[in-house]
């Protein structure tokens, strides 16, 4: 920090410091005394730096003084073709209004100021229509002269004037829109065709370039594409965009060599170096190998014979038979009732339920078996549950609902899914007299929906 310098009795432009101040952000400041009179508190840094030199009245007569400059009495001037008539008593934008004279078709207008001071008007707009206008018969002739060839023609019918949008033939792309005075300055064509001809420059520069493993051929008119060679001897059509952003680097062959040393790598650290023919491994035995080195053939314990499976995978035991210990284990699993409840609650969109008697679990499909079971244990009815009866074409059928107390089966339905449901029915309800359906109609006049 800098030593204190004591300002009192020195001037700052308008400011004459009397004395010093209570300080402000920190800062040293001081009371300071204006040419205008009126006092100011300032802070020492702006007062050397000249930041701080007026009360304020010095802005304020600047800002007084532009805007006199600005307001001008213009009367009498020319400016351009406009010829200042009368200053206005109006104001508009806050600036005053004058009233001006085209000294070229004589009409009267008002005008800004500050549009008159800044030169943003010098006509009333006049102007344009005096100069020659562009005819047809010179649009074509100018045609002609840029493009010899007749690559771009116009549209007569859509042609008014120079400046305003009309319909040109590009022989090649066909119609695109622009105004006369737009195309002599550009001297251009169809948008397309600039683009293909930048994009044709870049395509050609490529044609013979290699990239990584493939070396590019030719481009494919009209498409994104180029035809290409790889290393490997494989030919492959890419996209010319996926080359040069390095998406694409061979036909394919590169990824296969990086997988098959990542694999081998994998193997090596595992101790999955390879697969002996005549051993067991878990419940298969290896009778060959396979063309793919990464497979073999093998021979499950059940008797299936022909199994291909990856090497890494039966050593690790990840594939340890053909499926046939898996569909044991399962049925070993759903022969316990609840476990096969479980499952079968996870697989179909199935209510739990709980029978008010014996506490079991209930698998309720759908709404009317859900109000069924409920109005069951509200009125402490005792029942059985899904009874499992053999047809005589070896087929099983399960009827929903014993009622133990009154000796009767029920079928509860809400519609017949299926011919071969309704014929089941059919034959239960004519072995089993004691058996009845319930439908809508039946579940609302037992007061159950």
């Known amino acids: 920090m800098g030593a204190f310098q004591n300002l009192m009795g020195q001037r700052f432009g308008r400011l004459l410091v009397i004395e010093r101040a209570d300080k ?27 930041s701080s030199s007026s009360c304020g009245c010095l802005q304020k007569e600047r800002t007084a003084s532009a805007r006199r400059l600005l307001t001008a009495d213009l009367v009498g001037t020319q400016i351009g073709h406009l010829l200042v008539l009368q200053r206005l008593n109006e104001k508009k ?17 008002k005008y800004t100021s500050a549009d008159l001071k800044s ?32 690559e771009v023609t116009v549209d007569p019918s859509s042609f008014k004037s120079a400046s305003v949008v009309c319909n040109f033939i590009d022989k090649d792309y066909g119609i695109f829109k622009t105004s006369p005075r737009s195309l002599f300055a550009r001297k251009c064509r169809h948008p397309k065709f600039s683009i293909q001809k930048r994009g044709e420059a870049k395509r050609t ?23 290409a060679t790889c290393d490997c001897g494989k030919s492959v059509r890419v996209k010319l965009g996926d080359i040069r952003s390095d998406r ?40 060959a190998l396979s063309d793919d080195p990464q497979k073999a053939i093998y021979e499950c314990e059940c008797g299936k014979k022909g199994i291909i499976a990856y090497r890494t995978a039966v050593k690790s035991g990840h594939t340890s038979s053909c499926g046939c210990a898996r569909s044991k284990a399962l049925k070993r699993r759903m022969s316990d009732p609840d476990h096969a409840l479980q499952i079968a609650t996870a697989a179909s969109r199935i209510t739990n339920m709980i029978h008010w008697k014996t506490g079991r679990s209930i698998a309720c499909q759908g709404g009317y078996e859900v109000a069924v079971v409920n109005w069951l244990n509200r009125e402490k009815i005792d029942y059985d549950w899904q009874i499992v009866f053999k047809m005589p074409d070896g087929s099983s059928y399960r009827i929903d609902l014993y009622l133990c107390d009154i000796d009767k089966f029920v079928e509860i339905k809400g ?35």
């Open 205 to 227: 520069t490529m044609i013979g370039e290699k990239i990584h493993k493939l070396t590019v051929n030719r481009y494919v008119q009209g498409t994104g594409f180029v035809d």
């Open 415 to 449: 519609f017949w899914r299926t011919e071969r449901s309704k014929e089941k029915w059919d034959w239960f309800h004519a072995t089993y007299p004691n058996s009845e359906l319930w439908m809508k109609s039946e579940l609302k006049q037992q007061g159950i929906l």
């Open 24 to 50: 402000t952000d920190g800062r040293v400041s001081w009371l300071c005394q204006c040419d205008c009179g009126n006092t100011k508190v300032t802070s020492a840094k702006l007062l050397k730096n000249g």
């Open 248 to 287: 694409i680097q061979s036909c394919g062959c590169l990824k296969s060599e990086k997988a098959a040393e990542i694999i081998k790598d994998y193997n090596e650290k595992m101790g999955f170096d390879g697969i002996e023919v005549g051993k067991t491994y878990f419940s298969l035995k290896c009778v």
């Open 93 to 109: 934008w806050g600036s005053d209004l004058f009233l001006c004279r085209c000294t070229a078709c004589e009409s009267i207008k």
């Open 119 to 150: 030169g943003a008007v010098i006509a009333c707009g006049c102007k344009s229509a005096l100069r020659p206008k562009l005819t047809i018969a010179e649009l074509e002739h100018k045609l002609k002269g840029m493009f010899p060839s007749g």
